[in-house]
T-cell receptor
Framework: EPEVTQTPSHQVTQMGQEVILRCVPI?????FYWYRQILGQKVEFLVS????????KSEIFDDQFSVERPDGSNFTLKIRSTKLEDSAMYFC?????????????FGPGTRLTVL | GQQVMQIPQYQHVQEGEDFTTYCNSS?????IQWYKQRPGGHPVFLIQ?????EVKKQKRLTFQFGEAKKNSSLHITATQTTDVGTYFC???????????FGKGTSLLVTP
């Protein structure tokens, strides 16, 4: 069964450093997403991406964040200057993108720890 | 903005007991999805409800969507230890497909 993959599984970084989180969505999906989950809290939407551009973003997704699809398979989230409060699990997800069928497939996540 | 609220936050049951989690939205939802997240895992899609008053069943799980499309529930009959996890409801955030998750209900089942 196809699945979303993410690398690395765990990333430790110093405050102020840049990090890039990588995802490979399911190949025939058209919509890609980044969510984050602070430990013990709910899943929060960051950004969605369709047709090589951002389609929606939340208030969390400020100028420190960017997304890119550098090739036909990878989807990346960059945080330019990490803060302590960026520590969270970051989930990538993808979906076919139909109103009547929009199951989102989540990857296993990247745990980001900012020291 | 749209708020999706879930209750209870936690539920601890004995194996074999039933369990229900409730989801309420401040606005009418075009559809609602339910996800399960096992401890240490990622959200896994369970179901999507679209129609007003819709009821769907998956084995011991029953999902309902309210007539006004502002609330939903998930009921598990005769819980098993494999049901342990956090159950999230999620509504579409805006006109796109991004999801607004509720805070989830964490279910603990003891044998």
């Amino acid at each position: 069964e196809p699945e979303v993959t993410q690398t690395p599984s765990h990333q430790v970084t110093q405050m102020g450093q840049e990090v890039i989180l990588r995802c490979v969505p399911i190949s025939n999906h058209l919509y890609f997403y980044w969510y984050r989950q602070i430990l013990g809290q709910k899943v929060e939407f960051l950004v969605s991406f369709y047709n090589n551009e951002i389609s929606e973003k939340s208030e969390i997704f400020d100028d420190q964040f960017s997304v890119e699809r550098p090739d036909g398979s990878n989807f990346t989230l960059k945080i330019r200057s990490t803060k302590l409060e960026d520590s969270a699990m970051y989930f990538c997800a993808s979906s076919v993108g139909l109103a009547t069928y929009n199951e989102q497939f989540f990857g296993p996540g990247t745990r980001l720890t900012v020291l | 903005g749209q708020q999706v609220m879930q209750i209870p936050q936690y539920q601890h049951v004995q194996e074999g007991e039933d369990f229900t989690t409730y989801c309420n939205s401040s606005t009418t939802l075009s559809n609602i999805q339910w996800y399960k997240q096992r401890p240490g895992g990622h959200p896994v899609f369970l179901i999507q409800l679209v129609k007003s008053g819709e009821v769907k069943k998956q084995k011991r799980l029953t999902f309902q969507f309210g007539e006004a499309k502002k609330n939903s529930s998930l009921h598990i009959t005769a819980t098993q230890t494999t049901d342990v996890g956090t159950y999230f409801c999620a509504g579409r955030l805006g006109s796109g497909y991004a999801l607004n998750f509720g805070k989830g209900t964490s279910l603990l089942v003891t044998p």
